[in-house]
T-cell receptor
Framework: DTGVSQDPRHKITKRGQNVTFRCDPI?????LYWYRQTLGQGPEFLTY????????KSRLLSDRFSAERPKGSFSTLEIQRTEQGDSAMYLC?????????????FGPGTRLTVL | GQQVMQIPQYQHVQEGEDFTTYCNSS?????IQWYKQRPGGHPVFLIQ?????EVKKQKRLTFQFGEAKKNSSLHITATQTTDVGTYFC???????????FGPGTRLSVLP
């Protein structure tokens, strides 16, 4: 399968614990996006990378969230001191941006439940 | 900040009827994308519109981008049960590279 993969698919944690999610984009895609989606809502932008550089980060993202893409390939999203409000589906998408065209291919997501 | 709205929130149609969802942005967009998300699935890219007034067709789906580049629509002719899902628009403004997604329109098709 050469699509976007995410690990784990499900994560249940207790409030206050740290969690880390991984995203493996489609090979050679230069852009990688992280989104959060709650039930009945559209994906909410969290942050995005162009190769290994983190170029944008949502103002809604608290300091408890951090993301890395160290070698411009896979990316990790860490949430520290989780809160119940962090419960959501975390989606990763990658694209091979060319001019205006920026087709995002989404992964299956990691569903986080904070107890 | 930029806001993207979609109406209606839900739409129930009989198979064979037409369906339209509308997307409106609070700011002028450089381009807009449409995605479809099946229940339990992830968003899947449908199309991107860039030019003012642009119209694109994919079989039974017709996409339009408004002249002012602040609104867009998706029209499905003669819906089928395979069209079931939530349709999202996602707009990118002239100042950044991120996309702002609308809340989506959830389509149900009754056989």
């Amino acid at each position: 399968d050469t699509g976007v993969s995410q690990d784990p698919r499900h994560k249940i944690t207790k409030r206050g614990q740290n969690v880390t999610f991984r995203c493996d984009p489609i090979s050679e895609h230069n852009r990688l996006y992280w989104y959060r989606q709650t039930l009945g809502q559209g994906p909410e932008f969290l942050t995005y990378f162009q190769n290994e550089a983190q170029l944008e980060k949502s103002r809604l993202l608290s300091d408890r969230f951090s993301a890395e893409r160290p070698k411009g390939s896979f990316s990790t999203l860490e949430i520290q001191r989780t809160e119940q409000g962090d419960s959501a589906m975390y989606l990763c998408a990658s694209s091979l941006a060319s001019g205006d065209l920026d087709t995002q291919y989404f992964g299956p997501g990691t569903r986080l439940t904070v107890l | 900040g930029q806001q993207v709205m979609q109406i209606p929130q839900y739409q129930h149609v009989q198979e064979g009827e037409d369906f339209t969802t509308y997307c409106n942005s609070s700011t002028t967009l450089s381009n807009i994308q449409w995605y479809k998300q099946r229940p339990g699935g992830h968003p899947v890219f449908l199309i991107q519109l860039v030019k003012s007034g642009e119209v694109k067709k994919q079989k039974r789906l017709t996409f339009q981008f408004g002249e002012a580049k602040k609104n867009s629509s998706l029209h499905i002719t003669a819906t089928q049960t395979t069209d079931v899902g939530t349709y999202f628009c996602a707009g990118r403004n002239n100042y950044g590279q991120n996309f702002v997604f609308g809340p989506g329109t959830r389509l149900s098709v009754l056989p």
